[in-house]
Structures are given as C-alpha cells and as structure tokens.
C-alpha cells in the first residue's frame, strides 16, 4: 500500500478547506467541486475521485451533508444536500452515482429554487454500485447492497441487496452467485405468463386473483418452473400459497446452494 | 483545396500531423504503462495511475478527446488490452485483481469496466476491505455506450452488448445482450 505523498495531503487539504470539519488522511484523485452554504462533516480516511468526470458534494443553505469514516466515492458522482444527507461508515460508493434530497437544484448561489426536500439516510458498510440514484426519503440500512443502475427512493431494509428501478430487494447482500438471476428477479416475468397476467406482479405487494389459479394456470406454472429453476414443487406447497410473495419464498426454499462462480 | 475533394494522397498529408501528434502522445502519456505494443495511439490525454501492471497491445487507439480515460490498476492489479482495441472517450478500466480485454474489442463512451465496485480508486491505506472479482472480454466483442460491466463478469467473444446496459455474469459468445442485467436478445 502507498502512503500519500506530502503533495497529494496537501492539495487534498485545499479543495476540501470549505468543508466544516475533514477527518485524517482523505484522499482525492482530481479537482472535485464543493460548494459549502451550510455544513459539510467529513470522516477520516475519506476517498473521492474526480476523474475522468468531476465529482461534486454540495451543501445548501442550512443543510446537513454527513459522511462517515473510510467512506470510498468513485468518480462523477453528485451528492447534493439542502437538508440532511447522512452516509455512514465504510460505505462504498460507485461511479456516476447521484444522491440528492431534493427534486431537483439549481446552480450554487441561485436563491430562486424552492427546496422540497426529504433527508437522505444511507448506512454503514453500504455498497452502492455504479450509476445509482438515490432521491429524497430513501433510507439504507446497514449492510445494504444496491447493484449499478438502480433508482431507491424508497425504504432499504439492513443487509438486504437491492436493484432495478425502481429498486426492488433481490435476495440478501453478499450472496455473490448470480444474484440478477435469483427467483425473485425473474418470477414475475413467470407468473405474468403462466397466470395470463396483464402486466408482471409486484412481489411483495399483489395476492394472487383466484380467478386465475385454476388447475391448467397452476400445472404451467409448475412446468415453467422446474424449466427455469430446475425445481421440482408439489402442487400442494404451492397451492397454499395467498401472495405472490409465498410463491417466490418456496421457490427460493426449493433452490439448490448456489456454487459461487468461478 | 477542400477535404472532399483531396486526392487520397493529399489528405493522407493532411492528416499526418494529427497522426504524428496521436502516435507521440501513446509515448508521452502512456509511458507509466508496462508495456506497450507498436503503433498504438491516444487521442488527447488519457489518465494512467498504475500501481500494478498495464499492459496494452499494438494497433491500440485511446480516445480521450471529450472526456479523459481512466486507466488504474491497484498494487496487484493486472490490466491487459490486447491489440487493435479501440476504447472511447470517457471510459474507466480499473483493475484490483485483473482486466482482460481481448483483441479488437470496442469499447463506447463513458463505459466502466471495474472488477471492483468503486472504480479508480486503486491505493487507499487501511481502507475498507476491497472484494475484486475478474472481468475477461472475449476477442472481438462490442460494447455500446454507456454500458458498465460488474465485477466477475465474462462476455464471449465476438457478442455485443446494448447501449446502457449492466452486464453482470456470464454473456455467450457471438449474442446480442441488453438490459438491466444484460440478458442475450438474439445472436449477432
């Protein structure tokens, strides 16, 4: 592992002087912007980079913006407060990610915009991939995975692994092995075809209209199944099954163990 | 005279100081790189932090005219573009365990190729434990603008890969892929 070097401390130290307080040892890779009208609280051994695209953390008036320690951000990322946004410890944070507790912002300075914010709260040990969007009121707990590409603006729940937009949790954070591809991401997909559904269920939501359960509908969904997962269900686990969400936990019951991928 | 009209031995004079200047510029801003193949070019100046091995082909073009490439390899990380790759403005390649992309890929702008989930960020003393999975881009595949490839992934050679897509796993070779997470479309 390299040490800073004095140059790279010190230029460090410069673009991050408006912040309100910087913790030890932060590390920057390129010029990013920071614009600071209400305070700006920096944990040790921050890293930010700037390139090839700029980042930008900005602070509005009377906001809050709060990033704990060892937190990681890639480049071209936008993180904007005009009223509390909070990243906990060791969280690490892809490239191209916005995260704002607003609609939307104008330029720095400009009085004019009115702010309808909600705080922005996301945990320690996060991983955020690539690409993400995070807009006002979402929370992510502890340990929570978002994959690249995804908008949450919702409620993440600890250690969960989320993705799509907008987010939807996909199975647990960590589990490495095809996680795109666990029974969740692809069983509404399945339900809409085999219960001649008009669009894809929500899981977590949506009971199942008995008008569609019949025998044939059940008998499809069965033979689908073991083609896509290889699992073979008995009509009977499945049949007591009231929400969509029973049908996806007994099919994740059903799955073998996940070897991790070579 | 105009450009249109040139005879091809009159634009080809024309064009060689951008040549020239394109070939200087793989020896000036490429040099922290390992190794470098012959006849490889850079277009404006692209951003190499090699704390591990960068290797580049022959016949490589770089773009970074609109937006600087990032090319960074962490202490054990292993970069390998092979010959006649052409990368576009923008794009990040960073490599913790190993980057390898085959020859004659294509790789659109602002794409990320990162084996881990924070790019570029190669040298962080006790930081957070970083978890780096290899990526392998077969020889001859295509990825469109804006596509950002996962850490583990493996594309096959010759496949193509849409615009705005995040490819996570395994893409066959010889398939058109697209979506969030790629899924194959059609063969190519």
Same mark, same amino acid.
């Given at each position: 592992?390299?040490?800073?070097?004095?140059?790279?401390?010190?230029?460090?130290?410069?673009?991050?002087?408006?912040?309100?307080?910087?913790?030890?040892?932060?590390?920057?890779?390129?010029?990013?912007?920071?614009?600071?009208?209400?305070?700006?609280?920096?944990?040790?051994?921050?890293?930010?980079?700037?390139?090839?695209?700029?980042?930008?953390?900005?602070?509005?008036?009377?906001?809050?913006?709060?990033?704990?320690?060892?937190?990681?951000?890639g480049s071209g990322?936008?993180?904007?407060?005009?009223?509390?946004?909070?990243?906990?410890?060791?969280?690490?944070?892809g490239a191209f990610?916005?995260?704002?507790?607003?609609?939307?912002?104008?330029?720095?300075?400009?009085?004019?915009?009115?702010?309808?914010?909600?705080?922005?709260?996301?945990?320690?040990?996060?991983?955020?991939g690539s690409r993400?969007?995070?807009?006002?009121?979402?929370?992510?707990?502890?340990?929570?995975?978002?994959?690249a590409?995804?908008?949450?603006?919702?409620?993440?729940?600890?250690?969960?692994?989320?993705?799509?937009?907008?987010?939807?949790?996909?199975?647990?954070?960590?589990?490495?092995?095809?996680?795109?591809?666990?029974?969740?991401?692809?069983?509404?997909?399945?339900?809409?075809?085999?219960?001649?559904?008009?669009?894809?269920?929500?899981?977590?939501?949506?009971?199942?209209?008995?008008?569609?359960?019949?025998?044939?509908?059940?008998?499809?969904?069965?033979?689908?199944?073991?083609?896509?997962?290889?699992?073979?269900?008995?009509?009977?686990?499945?049949?007591?099954?009231?929400?969509?969400?029973?049908?996806?936990?007994?099919?994740?019951?059903?799955?073998?163990?996940?070897?991790?991928?070579? | 005279?105009?450009?249109?009209?040139?005879?091809?031995?009159?634009?080809?004079?024309?064009?060689?100081?951008?040549?020239?200047?394109?070939?200087?510029?793989?020896?000036?801003?490429?040099?922290?790189?390992?190794? &470098?193949?012959?006849?490889?070019?850079?277009?404006?100046?692209?951003?190499?932090?090699? #704390?591990? @091995?960068?290797? !580049? /082909? $022959?016949?490589?073009?770089?773009?970074?005219?609109?937006?600087?490439?990032e090319?960074?390899?962490?202490?054990?990380?292993?970069?390998? &573009?092979?010959?006649?790759?052409?990368?576009?403005?923008g794009s990040i390649i960073s490599? #913790?365990? @190993?980057?390898? !992309? /085959? $020859?004659?890929?294509?790789?659109?702008?602002y794409c990320i190729v990162a084996?881990?989930?924070?790019p570029a960020?190669?040298?962080?003393?006790?930081?957070?434990?970083?978890?780096?999975?290899?990526?392998?881009?077969?020889?001859?595949?295509?990825l469109?603008?804006r596509v950002t490839v996962l850490?583990?992934?493996?594309?096959?050679?010759?496949?193509?890969?849409?615009?705005?897509?995040v490819?996570?796993?395994?893409?066959?070779?010889?398939?058109?892929?697209?979506?969030?997470?790629?899924?194959?479309?059609?063969?190519?």
């Amino acid at each position: 592992m390299k040490t800073l070097s004095w140059w790279d401390a010190f230029r460090a130290r410069r673009w991050l002087q408006d912040c309100t307080s910087v913790g030890t040892d932060p590390y920057l890779i390129g010029k990013p912007t920071i614009n600071v009208d209400g305070e700006m609280h920096i944990g040790k051994c921050f890293s930010l980079a700037s390139r090839p695209v700029a980042s930008h953390l900005t602070a509005g008036q009377g906001a809050i913006l709060r990033i704990g320690d060892h937190v990681s951000i890639g480049s071209g990322a936008g993180i904007a407060a005009f009223q509390h946004v909070s990243i906990g410890n060791d969280t690490q944070i892809g490239a191209f990610v916005v995260i704002m507790d607003t609609n939307f912002h104008g330029a720095p300075g400009d009085q004019s915009v009115q702010h309808d914010c909600q705080p922005v709260q996301i945990g320690n040990g996060c991983r955020i991939g690539s690409r993400v969007t995070i807009t006002r009121g979402a929370v992510i707990g502890d340990g929570a995975e978002i994959l690249a590409g995804s908008v949450v603006s919702s409620v993440i729940p600890p250690g969960a692994c989320a993705a799509g937009a907008k987010a939807r949790i996909i199975g647990r954070a960590g589990d490495l092995a095809s996680r795109w591809d666990s029974a969740a991401a692809s069983l509404p997909e399945l339900l809409m075809n085999s219960l001649n559904l008009s669009s894809p269920p929500d899981l977590d939501a949506s009971r199942i209209p008995i008008d569609r359960w019949t025998d044939a509908s059940v008998r499809d969904l069965l033979d689908a199944l073991s083609a896509r997962f290889g699992v073979a269900l008995d009509r009977i686990s499945i049949d007591q099954s009231r929400t969509f969400a029973e049908i996806a936990a007994a099919v994740e019951q059903a799955l073998p163990e996940r070897s991790p991928r070579p | 005279m105009s450009q249109k009209n040139a005879s091809p031995l009159m634009s080809r004079l024309q064009a060689a100081p951008a040549w020239i200047r394109s070939r200087l510029g793989a020896y000036i801003w490429l040099r922290h790189c390992d190794q &470098i193949g012959a006849n490889t070019r850079t277009f404006w100046r692209p951003n190499v932090e090699n #704390h591990g @091995r960068i290797m !580049i /082909g $022959a016949r490589v073009r770089l773009n970074s005219h609109w937006a600087p490439i990032e090319l960074a390899s962490g202490p054990h990380g292993v970069i390998d &573009i092979a010959d006649g790759v052409y990368i576009n403005y923008g794009s990040i390649i960073s490599a #913790h365990e @190993r980057v390898r !992309i /085959g $020859a004659n890929v294509m790789i659109g702008n602002y794409c990320i190729v990162a084996d881990t989930e924070v790019p570029a960020i190669v040298d962080r003393p006790d930081g957070p434990s970083i978890s780096a999975r290899p990526i392998e881009i077969g020889d001859g595949a295509w990825l469109a603008t804006r596509v950002t490839v996962l850490p583990g992934s493996k594309i096959g050679a010759g496949a193509v890969i849409a615009a705005g897509s995040v490819v996570s796993g395994d893409i066959p070779p010889g398939m058109v892929a697209g979506g969030i997470p790629a899924r194959v479309l059609r063969a190519v």
